[in-house]
C-alpha cells in the first residue's frame, strides 16, 4: 500500500482497481438484496415474537404452557423424521438405478423425478386425495380383495405418503450426484479381494454414498418442517403441523407474536437438528481418491 | 508371520475353448490358453483385442458365452468371484477411498476372519514389501499414482492368493515410475511364487516383465511364446509387428528348392526359410540384422542386396539408425553396431542382409494398418 501509485481516494477504491483489489465487493448487489428480502423478515418476525403485543417473553410462555403446542411441534418432528426415511428408502435404489442406467434410461427416470416436482405441490396434494380417500383407487383395491377398509386420508399415514412423494426429487438428487461419482470397479475389487457382493455392497457402496444420504435428508427434513399445504389437504384434527398452527394464530386470531414465536422455535429447532447432523456430513477422505 | 495360510503356490490356469460374445460382438472367440504355475504371462496386444476380457473371465467380473476355465484342474465356471481366492490389480487401482491405506490391505483378510494380530501382522508385512510402511494412515487420496499403484499390489496380494491379475497396472504413470515399478513387480513375483497375469499394450513392458507373452488380436490369440520366440520367430506379421521394429518387404515370390525368391525392384531377394503357409507372402526385417553402405561393394558376402535413399540417419551414441527409402516407397529401417561415418539424408546407399534373416510371413494385411 505504501506504493505512490496507489490514489488512495474513495473513488478509486470503487472502481474496477478496487474491484480487483477487493474481488468480494463484486458479490455487494445479492448481499444488500438478500438482506432487504430475506434478514429484514427474519428479524421483524423474531422483534416481533418479543413485543408483539406486549414486550416480554409472553408469547413463548404461552407455547410452552399450552399440551396442545408442544404435542403439534413433537408430530411435526415426528412426521418430517418418517417423511425423510421414507424419502431415504423410495429414492435410493431409484437414485442408483439413475447412475447405473444407460443416458436414455436415465433421461427417462430423471424425468419421471422432476415432471411431477414441476407440477403444483397443491395439484400433486389434491391428487393423493383422489387416490387415498376412502372411496379412491386403493380402497377400492383392498375392498374388492375382500379386506377392511384403510384409514388413509385424514392421518399422519397419508400425510407422509403425500409428503414422501413431493419431497421425493430434494432426496433423488443430491443422492444420484454423489453416486454418480463413485466407481463401480470398486465393487468388482471388493469381490476380487474376497467380499460377498451384499457385504462389498454395505461395506464399500453404501459408506461412499452416505454424504448423498445426509444431504438429502437434511434438505428433506428442514423442507418437511414447514409444510403447509400436504398436511393441511391430506391430514386431520390429528395430524396438525406447527404450520397450521402459525396459520391459525396469524391469519384467524391475528395473533402475529405468537406466530413469530412458533417460527422461531421451529428455526431454532432446526438449527439444532443441523448442529446434530453436522458431524456425519463431515468426510475424512476425498470420494475420487483411490479412482483418479 | 502369515499362520493362516500356507506360503502361496501359484496355481495352473488352462483356458479352454473360451468365447465371450456381446449381442453379436466376438469380444474373445475360441480361445485355448494353458499358463504353468508360478509363471508370469503377460496378455499382449491392441485394445479392443480381447486380453482384458479375458482377465475378467478369470477374475470372475464376467460370464463365459462358451468354454471352460480351469484352475488347478478345477473347473471355476460357476465359481463366483468372490470365492475363486484370485488377487486383481486394476487399471486404475479401485482403492476403496473411504479406507485409509491399512485398512485398504486389511480387507480381503478380514472378509476371511482373519484374527486380528495376524491381520495386522501381515499388513505390515505386505506394506513393507511395496515399501510403503510408513503411509499406513493415509488415505489413498493422500498418496501418488505410483503410491496408490503399490498400495493396490499390497491389496491383492495380502492374502497369498494363488493367481495375481494386473489390468494394464502402470498404464497412467510416467515412463520412469513405470520402468521402476516394472521391476518391483518382477521382484515382488519372484518372492511371491504366484501365477501372474499381466495385461499391457506396451510390448516393451511384456518383454521386460513376461516369462511367456500371449500375442492378441481381435479375439483370438495370434501366437504364445517367449519373448525371444515372438521376436525372432513370429508366426504371423500381426505378432512379427507388434514386437519390436520392423520393416515389411512385398513383391512377386516364387519357391526355390527349399527357400522362397522374391523380386522386389526387379533385385532377386533370398529369404532361407522355407514358406510357412498358403497364399501371398512377406518378408519381415529386424532393424539390427540390416546394414547400410554407402557404397555397394562394402555389403558382406551372400547378403541381399537392395539400394535406395537414406531418408533418416540417426546417431545414438552407442550406434546409429538409418531409414532407407527404396524404389516403390518402401522404408526400411536399420540398426548398427558401429559406422566410420554417418551417412546424410538423401544420399543413395544400399541396404544389405542375410538371407536367414529374412523372416518369411503370411500376408495377413496387418502390414497396412501399422
Known amino acids: ?292 | 508371520m502369515k499362520d493362516f495360510a500356507t506360503k502361496a503356490k501359484g496355481a495352473a490356469i488352462d483356458i479352454k475353448g473360451v468365447s465371450k460374445h456381446y449381442g453379436r460382438f466376438k469380444a474373445l472367440d475360441d480361445v485355448d490358453l494353458q499358463i504353468q504355475p508360478g509363471e508370469f504371462m503377460s496378455f499382449l496386444g491392441p485394445s479392443g483385442s480381447g486380453k482384458t476380457t479375458t482377465l475378467n473371465l478369470i477374475a470372475g467380473f464376467t460370464d463365459l458365452t462358451r468354454g471352460e476355465i480351469r484352475l488347478d484342474e478345477r473347473s471355476i465356471g460357476n465359481t463366483p468371484a468372490h470365492k475363486r481366492n484370485i488377487g486383481v490389480v486394476f487399471q486404475h487401482y479401485a482403492l476403496f477411498p473411504h479406507m485409509t491405506v491399512a485398512k485398504n490391505v486389511a480387507y480381503p483378510l478380514q472378509q476371511r476372519r482373519v484374527p486380528k494380530p495376524a491381520r495386522e501382522a501381515a499388513v505390515r508385512e505386505t506394506l513393507a514389501k511395496v515399501q510403503l510402511q510408513d503411509f499406513a494412515h493415509r488415505y489413498p487420496s493422500e498418496l501418488s499414482g505410483g503410491q496408490q499403484q503399490r498400495v493396490a499390489l499390497a491389496r491383492a496380494m495380502v492374502f497369498d492368493p494363488s493367481v495375481l491379475l494386473m489390468d494394464e497396472p502402470l498404464g497412467a504413470l510416467d515412463k520412469k515410475l513405470r520402468e521402476f515399478l516394472q521391476l518391483e513387480i518382477k521382484r515382488i513375483h519372484r518372492e511371491l511364487g504366484s501365477t501372474f497375469v499381466y495385461v499391457t499394450h506396451d510390448q516393451e513392458e511384456a518383454l521386460v516383465l513376461s516369462d511367456r507373452i500371449a500375442v492378441f488380436n481381435k479375439g483370438k490369440i495370434e501366437q504364445v511364446g517367449t519373448g525371444m520366440e515372438l521376436y525372432t520367430k513370429p508366426r504371423t506379421l500381426f505378432v512379427g509387428q507388434f514386437i519390436g521394429e520392423s520393416s515389411v518387404l512385398r513383391g512377386a515370390h516364387v519357391e526355390d528348392g527349399g527357400a522362397a525368391v522374391f523380386t522386389i525392384n526387379g533385385t532377386p531377394v533370398r529369404a532361407a526359410r522355407p514358406a510357412a503357409g498358403e497364399g501371398a507372402h512377406v518378408i519381415l526385417l529386424r532393424p539390427e540384422t540390416v546394414s547400410v553402405h554407402g557404397a555397394a561393394s562394402d555389403a558382406p558376402e551372400g547378403a541381399n542386396r537392395l539400394t535406395g535413399t537414406v531418408t533418416e540417419a540417426l546417431y545414438l551414441g552407442s550406434g546409429v539408425k538409418y531409414e532407407v527409402t527404396i524404389p516403390g516407397g518402401t522404408v526400411i529401417s536399420a540398426r548398427m553396431a558401429n559406422a566410420e561415418r554417418l551417412l546424410t539424408i538423401g544420399e543413395e546407399a544400399t541396404v544389405a542382409w542375410q538371407p536367414q534373416d529374412s523372416i518369411l510371413l503370411a500376408d495377413d494385411g496387418s502390414a497396412a494398418q501399422m
Not at chain 1, 162 to 182: D, E, K, S, W, Y
Not at chain 1, 243 to 270: E, H
Open chain 1, 1 to 292: 500500500m505504501s506504493n505512490s501509485n496507489t490514489k488512495p481516494d474513495g473513488a478509486a477504491r470503487l472502481g474496477w482497481a478496487g474491484v480487483r483489489r477487493h474481488p468480494l465487493l463484486l458479490v455487494l448487489p445479492a448481499l444488500v438484496l438478500l438482506i432487504l428480502i430475506m434478514a429484514v423478515p427474519l428479524i421483524t418476525i423474531i422483534a416481533r415474537s418479543f413485543i408483539d403485543p406486549v414486550p416480554g417473553l409472553g408469547n413463548y410462555s404461552w407455547f410452552f404452557s399450552h399440551k396442545l403446542n408442544l404435542i403439534v411441534l413433537w408430530r411435526t418432528f415426528v412426521i418430517s423424521f418418517w417423511v425423510t426415511i421414507s424419502c431415504v428408502l423410495v429414492a435410493y435404489p431409484y437414485a442408483f438405478a439413475m447412475s447405473v442406467a444407460g443416458p436414455r434410461l436415465r433421461l427417462i427416470l430423471v424425468l419421471c423425478v422432476l415432471v411431477p416436482f414441476w407440477v403444483s405441490g397443491v395439484v400433486r396434494t389434491l391428487a393423493w386425495v383422489i387416490i387415498l380417500q376412502d372411496t379412491g383407487v386403493i380402497n377400492q383395491f383392498v375392498i374388492w380383495l375382500g379386506f377392511d377398509k384403510l384409514s388413509l386420508i385424514r392421518t399422519q399415514l397419508g400425510v407422509t405418503i403425500g409428503m414422501t412423494q413431493v419431497l421425493l426429487p430434494f432426496m433423488v438428487m443430491p443422492l444420484f450426484a454423489v453416486m454418480r461419482g463413485i466407481d463401480l470397479r470398486l465393487i468388482e475389487a471388493a469381490k476380487s479381494l474376497g467380499s460377498h457382493p451384499v457385504k462389498a455392497f454395505f461395506q464399500v457402496y453404501l459408506p461412499l454414498s452416505l454424504p448423498g444420504v445426509f444431504a438429502g435428508a437434511t434438505i428433506v427434513f428442514i423442507l418437511a418442517l414447514g409444510f403447509y399445504i400436504t398436511p393441511l389437504l391430506l391430514g386431520g384434527p390429528s395430524s396438525t403441523m406447527l404450520s397450521t398452527l402459525v396459520q391459525q394464530q396469524v391469519m384467524s386470531l391475528l395473533n402475529w407474536g405468537r406466530g413469530g414465536a412458533m417460527g422461531v422455535i421451529l428455526l431454532v429447532a432446526t438449527f439444532g437438528f443441523l448442529a446434530l447432523a453436522s458431524p456425519f456430513m463431515r468426510r475424512k477422505y476425498d470420494i475420487s481418491g483411490g479412482s483418479k
